[in-house]
């Protein structure tokens, strides 16, 4: 299996399934079931639970279960097997240990949070950020963008995402109305190895796409899962784009500190006229290796934030307190301990030992650029499929791994037979695509 036929073949059961299952069918079924004295679904669900693979377990949900093979290494889902820095967990002790700090904070979040903010990106994005109206912290980047979707879109918009993409954009954008637009990024190479450079937007084909109801437009770099750090041209012309079809621009940086081989990380947001119309997501998690804290923040102009504070605060009110003020710590710190520049050495370190083992074992994958996903082509499924099955059903009955399975894509059925036969879990690509995936 070649990078590109990987984009050819692989199709949507999952999408396919869940739209064939009407609201109204829904609701035959029950009177049925109440009268044959089922009463275990009594009440129609919402429809936006039926679009956007929201029903489906989502990759966490059921990679946690398939890592349960004691001695499985698990790859598949930011659980680095490192804490996060002891000067940041140690300011969140601290954190505890104050009665303020366990208090609700204001939903714009924690001002010690806000201002170190502004005190560390001020540079990178070349202005001064207003604490009140320019700055919000999230849950997460995850919440941070779906209180966006919610903000901005209206039944039927479209949302632009690159394929492959992190898999919680769809549901995210279905559940609030919004209809995913799906453009591939193509890996133009004939090599074995491309690097994540060679994967390439057609940006005709981005034209093409584009209808009257287009919204939005969804940027990841650094790229999660192929790796990309986009190039300056790359961006001047997204952000033509954007401006001639006045798009919102989602810029998913929370990987910004991670890109590797001397990239340079660009900010959408700094090219003329972007700053109006971007907002910039950013995760704890993926800086300080604290992906459990739940801590993001988003940057953009008061046009963006403030209304997205609207939403995140009737979805989450506020964000936790004592883990606000060690990301704080973290981003005060940082820059006296060097401690960017080390991590993101330790990772390319660490990137370089995988690639290496790679290598020898004859498996053929994308080098990334930044990120710390590496996109791998295996096929495991056709030799092992049966007794994998049959020994996953026996272990854990109370999972259901041969409907996920039937219920997924092939490169579901690969990834758990890798895990279980070989000890080693990823993510499926199938989980983090639309339709050519
Ligand atoms: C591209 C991308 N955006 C956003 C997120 C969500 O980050 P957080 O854990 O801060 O919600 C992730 C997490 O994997 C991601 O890969």
Same mark, same amino acid.
């Given at each position: 299996m070649t990078l590109p036929s990987v984009f050819r073949t692989r199709l949507t059961h999952l999408t396919a399934f869940f739209r064939s299952t009407g609201q109204r069918a829904m609701s035959s079924t029950t009177v049925q079931k109440t009268m044959n004295g089922d009463r275990s679904n009594l009440i129609p669900l919402s429809s936006r639970l039926r679009e956007g693979r929201a029903l489906a377990l989502d990759v966490w949900s059921i990679y946690n279960a398939a890592n349960l093979p004691a001695d499985c290494i698990n790859l598949g889902q930011g659980y680095m097997n490192f804490p996060p820095p002891k000067w940041v967990t140690d300011a969140a002790d601290e954190a505890l240990k104050t009665t303020p700090a366990n208090h609700y904070s204001h939903p714009k979040g924690r001002i010690r949070l806000r201002q170190a903010i502004k005190n560390f990106y001020e540079a990178s994005f070349n202005r001064s950020l207003d604490i009140e109206t320019e700055i919000l912290v999230t849950s997460g980047a995850n919440e941070g963008q779906y209180s966006v979707f919610t903000a901005f879109l209206e039944q039927g918009d479209e949302v632009i995402m690159f394929e492959? &993409? &992190? #898999?919680?954009?769809l549901p995210s954008v279905t559940f609030n109305g919004g209809k995913p637009v799906y453009v591939p990024l193509h890996p133009h190479t004939e090599g074995d190895n491309p690097t994540s450079n060679d994967w390439k937007i057609d940006f005709d084909e981005l034209r093409r796409a584009i209808t009257p109801r287009a919204k939005m437009i969804i940027l990841n770099t650094p790229h999660n899962p192929v790796g990309k750090v986009f190039r300056k041209d790359e961006l001047e012309q997204l952000a033509a784009i954007a401006e001639e079809f006045n798009l919102l621009v989602m810029? #998913?940086?929370?990987? #910004?500190?991670l890109v590797y081989d001397g990239q340079e990380h660009i900010r959408i947001a700094n090219l003329p006229g972007m700053w109006d119309r971007t907002v910039t997501v950013f995760s704890a998690g993926k800086a300080f290796a604290a992906t459990g804290w739940r801590i993001g923040w988003l940057v953009g102009p008061p046009s963006i934030i403030q209304p997205t504070l609207a939403a995140t605060t009737r979805i989450v009110f506020c964000t936790n307190s004592p883990l606000q003020e060690a990301a704080a710590a973290g981003l005060e710190e940082a820059q006296e301990r060097g401690f960017f520049a080390v991590q993101n050495q330790e990772y390319q370190d660490r990137r370089d030992v995988l690639l290496r083992a790679f290598d020898q074992i004859g498996l053929k994958y994308t080098q990334p650029e930044g990120s710390y996903f590496i996109l791998l082509v295996h096929r495991f499924q056709k030799m092992l499929r049966l007794p994998t099955l049959t020994h996953w059903c026996r272990m854990y009955p109370e999972f259901n791994f041969q409907k996920i399975i039937l219920s997924r894509r092939v490169s579901t059925d690969e990834v758990v037979t890798s895990t279980n036969e070989i000890g080693v879990s990823s993510i499926p690509v199938s989980e983090v695509g639309g339709v050519s995936i």
């Amino acid at each position: 299996m070649t990078l590109p036929s990987v984009f050819r073949t692989r199709l949507t059961h999952l999408t396919a399934f869940f739209r064939s299952t009407g609201q109204r069918a829904m609701s035959s079924t029950t009177v049925q079931k109440t009268m044959n004295g089922d009463r275990s679904n009594l009440i129609p669900l919402s429809s936006r639970l039926r679009e956007g693979r929201a029903l489906a377990l989502d990759v966490w949900s059921i990679y946690n279960a398939a890592n349960l093979p004691a001695d499985c290494i698990n790859l598949g889902q930011g659980y680095m097997n490192f804490p996060p820095p002891k000067w940041v967990t140690d300011a969140a002790d601290e954190a505890l240990k104050t009665t303020p700090a366990n208090h609700y904070s204001h939903p714009k979040g924690r001002i010690r949070l806000r201002q170190a903010i502004k005190n560390f990106y001020e540079a990178s994005f070349n202005r001064s950020l207003d604490i009140e109206t320019e700055i919000l912290v999230t849950s997460g980047a995850n919440e941070g963008q779906y209180s966006v979707f919610t903000a901005f879109l209206e039944q039927g918009d479209e949302v632009i995402m690159f394929e492959p &993409f &992190f #898999d919680q954009y769809l549901p995210s954008v279905t559940f609030n109305g919004g209809k995913p637009v799906y453009v591939p990024l193509h890996p133009h190479t004939e090599g074995d190895n491309p690097t994540s450079n060679d994967w390439k937007i057609d940006f005709d084909e981005l034209r093409r796409a584009i209808t009257p109801r287009a919204k939005m437009i969804i940027l990841n770099t650094p790229h999660n899962p192929v790796g990309k750090v986009f190039r300056k041209d790359e961006l001047e012309q997204l952000a033509a784009i954007a401006e001639e079809f006045n798009l919102l621009v989602m810029a #998913d940086e929370v990987y #910004d500190c991670l890109v590797y081989d001397g990239q340079e990380h660009i900010r959408i947001a700094n090219l003329p006229g972007m700053w109006d119309r971007t907002v910039t997501v950013f995760s704890a998690g993926k800086a300080f290796a604290a992906t459990g804290w739940r801590i993001g923040w988003l940057v953009g102009p008061p046009s963006i934030i403030q209304p997205t504070l609207a939403a995140t605060t009737r979805i989450v009110f506020c964000t936790n307190s004592p883990l606000q003020e060690a990301a704080a710590a973290g981003l005060e710190e940082a820059q006296e301990r060097g401690f960017f520049a080390v991590q993101n050495q330790e990772y390319q370190d660490r990137r370089d030992v995988l690639l290496r083992a790679f290598d020898q074992i004859g498996l053929k994958y994308t080098q990334p650029e930044g990120s710390y996903f590496i996109l791998l082509v295996h096929r495991f499924q056709k030799m092992l499929r049966l007794p994998t099955l049959t020994h996953w059903c026996r272990m854990y009955p109370e999972f259901n791994f041969q409907k996920i399975i039937l219920s997924r894509r092939v490169s579901t059925d690969e990834v758990v037979t890798s895990t279980n036969e070989i000890g080693v879990s990823s993510i499926p690509v199938s989980e983090v695509g639309g339709v050519s995936i």
